[in-house]
């Protein structure tokens, strides 16, 4: 049989499903690596003051059970970890054999991550068309950029990659196509999507990704199929699959409900492997699994005469 695509990357997106506590976030990466067997833990970074206007950071979070302050810039500040504790989480990582990253949020927040020299940094939806971090980091930060396309235009995009281009940055950048929801929808998920970016762009970049919020894992399970149907056809690699991941998907906070559990998240590592295996084309027309079958059961002219039931 041809061989395998080379497997994608999982990335279980932490984010802020700690809940503000270091042990929790280490607990998280040891089950991540350990139960789940993903490829990478990513968590996120934030300076509150940098994202939000004095309005923003001062009014009342809008979900109040989800709240971890009395303002949402306190609730903020109380989910953030500073660099020390990255760098703390980045030690965890090492240690139980898992990929550290994060998403940063801010210019402040990529020139403090970037200097702790992660493989890859992550851009999420929401400050995509933020030029200015994204340069930073292009000048300053060697390893793989992450971008997500949540809630985007085509021209948006456009621009996107071609400011890496611009900047001999593209071939380290992996573009995901992303609903941007909490959960989304299954008719939202709109998986033709990774077939448009790959048509597009997946040549142009390093690698075309999956970013999901949606409940269960078969649609990563398609995401897989369409990603790496287009590879076949020559339109770049489709590299990796992204899901939140929680302990506990009914604890309080905003991406608990679309979260994988250690069992799900487990599992969609365990389904991806192994579809991934299955996405291949025979290389002889009788395979050797075959042949066995085909020597007990098959009708064939050399065995049965006329009796020809090929």
Same mark, same amino acid.
């Given at each position: 049989?041809? =061989?395998?695509?080379?497997?994608?990357?999982?990335?279980?997106?932490?984010?802020?499903?700690?809940?503000?506590?270091?042990?929790?976030?280490?607990?998280?990466?040891?089950?991540?690596?350990?139960?789940?067997?993903?490829?990478?833990? $990513?968590?996120?970074?934030?300076?509150?003051?940098?994202?939000?206007?004095?309005?923003?950071?001062?009014?009342?979070?809008?979900?109040?059970?989800?709240?971890?302050?009395?303002?949402?810039?306190?609730?903020?500040?109380?989910?953030?970890?500073?660099?020390?504790?990255?760098?703390?989480?980045?030690?965890?990582?090492?240690?139980?054999?898992?990929?550290?990253?994060?998403?940063?949020?801010?210019?402040?927040?990529?020139?403090?991550?970037?200097?702790?020299?992660?493989?890859?940094?992550?851009?999420?939806?929401?400050?995509?068309?933020?030029?200015?971090?994204?340069?930073?980091?292009?000048?300053?930060?060697?390893?793989?950029?992450?971008?997500?396309?949540?809630?985007?235009?085509?021209?948006?995009?456009?621009?996107?990659?071609?400011?890496?281009?611009?900047?001999?940055?593209?071939?380290?950048?992996?573009?995901?196509?992303? =609903?941007?929801?909490?959960?989304?929808?299954?008719?939202?998920?709109?998986?033709?999507?990774?077939?448009?970016?790959?048509?597009?762009?997946?040549?142009?970049?390093?690698?075309?990704?999956?970013?999901?919020?949606?409940?269960?894992?078969?649609?990563?399970?398609?995401?897989?199929?369409?990603?790496?149907?287009?590879?076949?056809?020559?339109?770049?690699?489709?590299?990796?699959?992204?899901?939140?991941?929680?302990?506990?998907?009914?604890?309080?906070?905003?991406?608990?409900?679309?979260?994988?559990?250690?069992?799900?998240?487990?599992?969609?590592?365990?389904?991806?492997?192994?579809?991934?295996?299955?996405?291949?084309?025979?290389?002889?027309?009788?395979?050797?699994?075959?042949?066995?079958?085909?020597? $007990?059961?098959?009708?064939?002219?050399?065995?049965?005469?006329?009796?020809?039931?090929?």
């Amino acid at each position: 049989m041809t =061989t395998p695509f080379e497997p994608v990357q999982v990335i279980a997106e932490i984010g802020c499903n700690h809940k503000g506590d270091m042990d929790i976030a280490k607990e998280l990466i040891r089950v991540a690596a350990g139960v789940c067997k993903a490829d990478i833990a $990513k968590f996120q970074k934030r300076t509150n003051r940098e994202l939000l206007t004095p309005e923003e950071y001062d009014r009342p979070h809008p979900v109040p059970e989800n709240a971890y302050g009395d303002t949402y810039g306190a609730h903020r500040e109380f989910l953030e970890f500073d660099t020390e504790q990255h760098r703390e989480l980045i030690e965890e990582c090492k240690t139980n054999g898992i990929k550290y990253s994060t998403s940063v949020w801010d210019l402040t927040s990529a020139k403090e991550m970037s200097a702790l020299n992660p493989p890859l940094l992550k851009i999420p939806s929401a400050t995509n068309q933020h030029f200015e971090l994204q340069g930073y980091l292009c000048e300053n930060y060697a390893g793989e950029i992450h971008v997500s396309t949540g809630m985007s235009t085509g021209d948006e995009i456009k621009n996107l990659v071609e400011f890496y281009e611009e900047r001999g940055r593209a071939q380290d950048l992996v573009v995901y196509s992303c =609903t941007s929801g909490y959960p989304v929808a299954f008719q939202d998920i709109c998986l033709f999507e990774i077939a448009k970016l790959m048509d597009i762009y997946g040549p142009r970049v390093k690698g075309i990704g999956f970013s999901g919020h949606h409940l269960g894992i078969a649609a990563d399970v398609a995401a897989l199929a369409v990603g790496q149907m287009k590879q076949a056809e020559g339109k770049g690699k489709f590299s990796h699959i992204e899901r939140h991941f929680t302990l506990d998907r009914t604890w309080k906070g905003t991406d608990h409900a679309a979260s994988l559990e250690p069992d799900g998240m487990r599992r969609l590592c365990r389904d991806l492997k192994n579809v991934n295996l299955a996405l291949t084309n025979k290389d002889q027309d009788i395979l050797p699994v075959e042949q066995v079958q085909r020597d $007990k059961l098959k009708w064939v002219k050399e065995r049965h005469g006329d009796l020809v039931a090929e």
